[in-house]
T-cell receptor, first 115, second 114 residues
Framework: DAMVIQNPRYQVTQFGKPVTLSCSQT?????MYWYQQKSSQAPKLLFH???????NEADTPDNFQSRRPNTSFCFLDIRSPGLGDAAMYLC??????????????FGAGSRLTVL | AQSVTQLDSHVSVSEGTPVLLRCNYS??????LFWYVQHPNKGLQLLLK??????LVKGINGFEAEFKKSETSFHLTKPSAHMSDAAEYFC????????????FGDGTTLTVKP
């Protein structure tokens, strides 16, 4: 089945130690998103790639970076995680044309714990 | 501009009874509307979507929602709750052509009692 796969599902890191979360998709969607979701809250968009074009949300901290080396993969880098960065990180995809356009498809998420 | 209000942060029902999760929206254009479900430690799964076709939308697992423009509502219903329906539900509004501008409601936690 076509899907969005996130790795790792659970990541534990130490305060200040860089972390990379990955997302891959077999849907061939041209848009990929990273959301941060804290406990009992709605997902918050950090940034997204429209094809190769990077779009950062205005309030996304500089500590968060992203890479999209090709259509299928996208990475979230947290350069110096703080305790406040502990959250579920959700990758999502969408396409901009055809049937089912502009519908978000989510991965299962990567839960980050910062010690 | 757009916004979403989920009117109940928590809803509790007994198994086999109807479910109603309420969502009101505001939008300066014709929106797309979605309901997503999230089980603990999982991603969000699309339940159903409204994208300017039929106003009564049927989704997965027996859920449906009705788009009422005059009331700016998109309430989610199910005739008979199942234990497996216990989860967090998010109502989402977005411009028809730009999922990147999606606005999420704060979520409704559905509890199903045996």
């Amino acid at each position: 089945d076509a899907m969005v796969i996130q790795n790792p599902r659970y990541q534990v890191t130490q305060f200040g130690k860089p972390v990379t979360l990955s997302c891959s998709q077999t849907l061939n969607h041209n848009v990929m998103y990273w959301y941060q979701q804290k406990s009992s809250q709605a997902p918050k968009l950090l940034f997204h790639y429209y094809d190769k074009d990077f779009n950062n949300e205005a309030d996304t901290p500089d500590n968060f970076q992203s890479r999209r080396p090709n259509t299928s993969f996208c990475f979230l880098d947290i350069r110096s995680p703080g305790l406040g960065d502990a959250a579920m990180y959700l990758c999502a995809t969408s396409k901009t044309g055809g049937t089912g356009a502009n519908v978000l498809t989510f991965g299962a998420g990567s839960r980050l714990t910062v010690l | 501009a757009q916004s979403v209000t989920q009117l109940d942060s928590h809803v509790s029902v007994s198994e086999g009874t109807p479910v109603l999760l309420r969502c009101n929206y505001s939008s300066s254009y014709s929106p797309s509307l979605f309901w997503y479900v999230q089980h603990p430690n999982k991603g969000l799964q699309l339940l159903l979507k409204y994208t300017s076709a039929a106003t009564l939308v049927k989704g997965i697992n027996g859920f449906e929602a009705e788009f009422k423009k005059s009331e700016t509502s998109f309430h989610l219903t199910k005739p008979s709750a199942h234990m497996s329906d216990a989860a967090e539900y998010f109502c989402v509004v977005s411009p028809f052509t730009n999922a990147g501008k999606s606005t999420f409601g704060d979520g409704t936690t559905l509890t199903v009692k045996p």
